[in-house]
């Protein structure tokens, strides 16, 4: 039987060779994913120097969740220490409609920049927002091909935990968004999904291809920072 393998026996993995290709992007842009920048602006302006609807302070390690209409704007500051935040969207008239990272990330990139859109869930494929300003723009993607504000990841949780170290916890950022979204909005734990995580820096290890994270995110996010995003319809966020 071996004699034909090539010297292979087997075990582990039998050597192939493949041809070299070079990369190609999968998607072309669909017209809906390119804002008009400058009417993004204009819009930005607008609600800027319009009335507060509503502040919420989310202590750290909790959730709180907040309805927005079509046309409002959102803005995420960081007011205490140096922290990141785990962001759920559901459309408010039909919560099945929700945030989808993983198109998100298709649509745009790993980490979402300026004049991004935050995508809907399948069938609906709807931009729920827009993201159009980042106090931390300027830091780009370094040299680790670490950025901000990615769609990568889907959020700490106690199963994972578990299974890892094999012990219990309570206390993750899912916990956090299944105990805002039963108490505020009647959802259900299963309502949660994958995040866009704003304000962590992270990225993909160049060889093994893992996620990776800065733990010294704080040198990168402190007091102040801050995002905006527009609202494409009546949404809840979390
Ligand atoms: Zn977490």
């Keep these: 039987m071996a004699a034909n393998n090539g010297g292979w026996c087997g075990r582990g993995f039998k050597h192939r060779t493949f041809p070299k290709h070079s990369p190609l992007i999968c998607y072309n842009k669909p017209a809906s994913a390119q804002v008009d920048k400058t009417l993004y602006d204009d819009k930005r302006f607008k609600s800027l ?11 750290k390690r909790s959730a709180r969740t907040w309805t927005m209409q079509t046309g409002d704007l959102c803005r995420i500051t960081v007011s205490e220490g140096s922290q990141v935040g785990d962001v ?11 945030f989808y990272s993983g198109k998100t990330r298709q649509l745009h990139s790993t980490h979402l920049k300026v004049y991004d859109r935050l995508w809907s869930n399948l069938p609906y494929l ?15 993607i370094d ?7 990615d769609v990568i990841g889907t959020r700490c949780d106690d ?11 309570v206390g993750s950022c ?19 999904h994958d995040v866009w995580n704003i304000f962590m820096c ?28 527009l609202s494409g319809y009546s949404t809840i966020f979390l």
């Design 126 to 140: 709807r931009p729920m927002a827009t993201f159009v300003y980042d106090s931390l723009a300027a830091y780009g």
């Design 174 to 192: 899912h916990s956090s968004l299944t105990k805002a979204v039963i108490e505020e909005r009647g959802l259900k734990e299963e309502d949660v």
């Design 143 to 149: 040299e680790d091909g670490g950025s901000l504000h």
């Design 159 to 169: 199963y994972t935990y578990k299974l890892i170290t094999g012990n219990d916890r």
């Design 49 to 59: 120097t319009g009335e507060i609807v509503e502040t919420v302070v989310v202590p």
């Design 202 to 229: 992270t990225g993909f290890t160049r060889v093994s291809i893992e996620e990776f994270c800065y733990i010294q995110c704080f040198l990168i996010v402190g007091y102040g920072s801050y995002i905006l995003y």
């Design 88 to 98: 759920n969207f559901w459309n408010l008239d039909n919560t099945k409609e929700r």
